[in-house]
């Protein structure tokens, strides 16, 4: 049986979809991600597509959805990347890593390149920690 890596974030929009993407792409045998948001947004931000298009990882069929509790509850690991606010219930379980990362929403293309590939390196990271 797979075990699957959480993603979260507010919006599901930008950040856990590019960890998600990013992870799936290099994922170890056994393992996979899912990526959801407290409040989920309408559509992936499509500066976020863009900037994983140049990493040759295409997201553009992607939908933001909803966390629910059986992923908090069957996930192996749950990485919430920054939304340590109120709405972020992932705060208060004991398998979370805060990856602490800037959300994109309304930031410039450079910028969201930056967090793009900061993600990138804590994906990595944390594949060689599960092999």
């Not at 994922?27 to 959801?36: D, H, L, Q």
């Not at 500066?47 to 966390?67: C, F, H, Y």
């Not at 602490?100 to 450079?110: A, E, S, T």
Request: glycine share 6%.
């Amino acid at each position: 049986m797979k075990k699957f890596v959480l993603f979260v974030c507010v919006g599901n929009s930008g950040r856990s979809q590019m960890a998600e993407a990013f992870f799936n792409a290099k994922a170890p045998v056994g393992f996979f991600a899912i990526s959801a948001g407290t409040k989920p947004e309408k559509e992936v931000n499509p500066l976020v597509i863009e900037v994983m298009r140049e990493k040759g990882i295409d997201i553009s069929s992607k939908k933001p959805k909803a966390v629910e509790e059986w992923m908090f509850r069957d996930a192996f690991k749950i990485i919430i990347m920054g939304c340590g606010d109120d709405s972020c219930p992932a705060v208060f379980l004991k398998k979370v890593e805060d990856w602490h990362l800037d959300d994109p929403k309304g930031k410039p293309i450079d910028e969201i390149r930056k967090i793009r590939d900061t993600i990138e390196v804590k994906v990595d990271e944390l594949i060689k920690s599960l092999v």
